[in-house]
T-cell receptor
Framework: DQQVKQNSPSLSVQEGRISILNCDYT??????FLWYKKYPAEGPTFLIS?????DKNEDGRFTVFLNKSAKHLSLHIVPSQPGDSAVYFC???????????FGAGTTVTVRA | GAVVSQHPSRVICKSGTSVKIECRSL??????MFWYRQFPKQSLMLMAT?????????EQGVEKDKFLINHASLTLSTLTVTSAHPEDSSFYIC????????????FGPGTRLTVL
């Protein structure tokens, strides 16, 4: 039973434009959400996180929005750069536990 | 630089053999490490929690006799895939928390296992 879902397997965006990645979750106990970036044959690297007490967190070009009532979060990357091309995973934990539930990932391709 | 390493990065073995994968935290101690498995184009699935000084805890559906975990020291956890079969072929990734909130855990680079 997939508790974290990323329904878009891929996203193609032009360089300089905004990339919006979506993530939905079903477990009401989740209260900490993270986004990871992953290149092929490498482990995920942490990008940005948000606690359930917030609805927005921004770090440079990356902003994560959380809508608790809809159990939905999104990652905005603006402006998108070619180096952003990778697989992005949404993850969630309960009580800021280290055990993470991951979505299936969204492959982002930034076109020059 | 990398703070969590895995060895080997890739391994090919024959069906029926056992394969050991190491996960090391390079400049910090980790009393807990996590082992994930990723199938192609799918999410990372948590397999088990490796605990230094005690038995590993396995997620539902993961065979503990199939995937042996040993947390040998505060910087080393090993995952042994016993009597490997082709369906065990996958990408195995470990992670180690450095302390603090959930985002302060670091992932290893992963190990690609191919069982012929």
């Amino acid at each position: 039973d997939q508790q974290v879902k990323q329904n878009s397997p891929s996203l193609s965006v032009q360089e300089g434009r905004i990339s919006i990645l979506n993530c939905d979750y079903t477990n009401s106990m989740f209260d900490y959400f993270l986004w990871y970036k992953k290149y092929p044959a490498e482990g995920p690297t942490f990008l940005i996180s948000i606690s359930s007490i917030k609805d927005k967190n921004e770090d440079g070009r990356f902003t994560v929005f959380l809508n608790k009532s809809a159990k939905h979060l999104s990652l905005h990357i603006v402006p998108s750069q070619p180096g952003d091309s990778a697989v992005y995973f949404c993850a969630a934990s309960a009580s800021n536990d280290y055990k993470l539930s991951f979505g299936a990932g969204t492959t982002v391709t930034v076109r020059a | 630089g990398a703070v969590v390493s895995q060895h080997p990065s890739r391994v090919i073995c024959k069906s029926g053999t056992s394969v050991k994968i190491e996960c090391r935290s390079l400049d910090f101690q980790a009393t807990t490490m996590f082992w994930y498995r990723q199938f192609p184009k799918q999410s990372l699935m948590l397999m088990a929690t490796s605990n230094e000084g005690s038995k590993a805890t396995y997620e539902q559906g993961v065979e503990k006799d199939k995937f042996l975990i040993n947390h040998a020291s505060l910087t080393l956890s090993t995952l042994t895939v016993t009597s490997a079969h082709p369906e065990d072929s996958s990408f195995y990734i470990c992670s180690a928390p450095r302390g603090g909130p959930a985002d302060t855990q670091y992932f290893g680079p992963g190990t690609r296992l191919t069982v012929l």
